[in-house]
């Protein structure tokens, strides 16, 4: 009698709805740890790739910044050399020797109007493989300003863009006015203008993925004058520069005398070579 009634109560809670229950609670947070587990581990995971992908943009730009420097370091320096290696950030460097059309013209809105430079003078670039983790229109080098005369401004402009293929960082060079004011020629204002060129066309096409050892050698430096006899009192001139299909302006004041004003151009140009280097 007294086995059958302690079984009886255990055969009642076996059929009940509270049995039931059990393994069923005990499945939903068997489901929910793996969901909870499952859902952690991919954010881990992504997580760890942007970081891993936010690194390597930031390598990229510390090499084109190491290349930028050294490519300056030569100018007007015929003969000098350098090397730097970019490393494997997993994309594409593109060294482009005949694009990025640089166009510079002067005007005083006047009698003067000519267009005194127009050639290709290359650029560099690197096409990123990670088109969710970096913002375009970014400058790194410089600013959005086609030409500068303003003392300490780079001449290089680095920086984020959208390329053919995705997201790319370019390195690109525009010209760099100086101004100075000479005295007096049979009495003539001499006005005495400069304007660097920074000319990659005579580098090496590249297009290659991994590590890339470069020599970066000045080849020569050219300089073209012109000179505009100004018999009127002109106030400013303006140079024009247009390069990869973007516009921008300077004014230099001109000094004027009784007679006028002499005004001198002078374009320096340096040619600088990018080669893959032998290894």
Known sequence: MTITSSVQPFRRFVRSKRALALPV????????????????????????NTQSETLEVCTTK?????????????????????????RDSGGSTNIQPTTNILTISVTDNSAIEQTIFN??????????????????????????????????????????TNGPQGPEIQLQYRPTVTYETAGLQNGQAINDIRIYIVN??????????GNLPLQISCVSTQLTAETYNVPYQSESLSIISQLNGTESSVVIPIQSASGGSI?????????????????
Do not use: K, M, W
Request: proline share 3%; hydrophobic share 40%.
């Open 119 to 160: 050639s290709s003078i290359g650029q560099v670039a690197y096409e990123l493989p990670f088109p969710g983790v970096i913002e375009t229109g970014l400058y790194i080098e410089g600013d959005a300003q086609t030409i500068t005369n303003q003392s300490g401004s780079s001449q290089s402009q680095l920086y984020i």
């Open 263 to 279: 005004i001198y151009i002078e374009t320096v140009i340096s040619n600088v070579s990018i080669e893959r280097l032998a290894q």
């Open 62 to 86: 510390q090499d084109l910044l190491s290349l930028d420097n050294d490519i300056l370091s030569t100018l007007g320096h015929p003969g000098s050399s350098c090397t730097v290696d970019l």
């Open 200 to 209: 990659l066309n005579s580098s090496d096409p590249i297009t290659l993925q």
């Open 25 to 48: 609670t005990f499945l939903i947070l068997l489901a929910s740890t793996l969901g909870i587990i499952t859902v952690t581990y991919y954010f881990a995971v992504g997580n760890i």
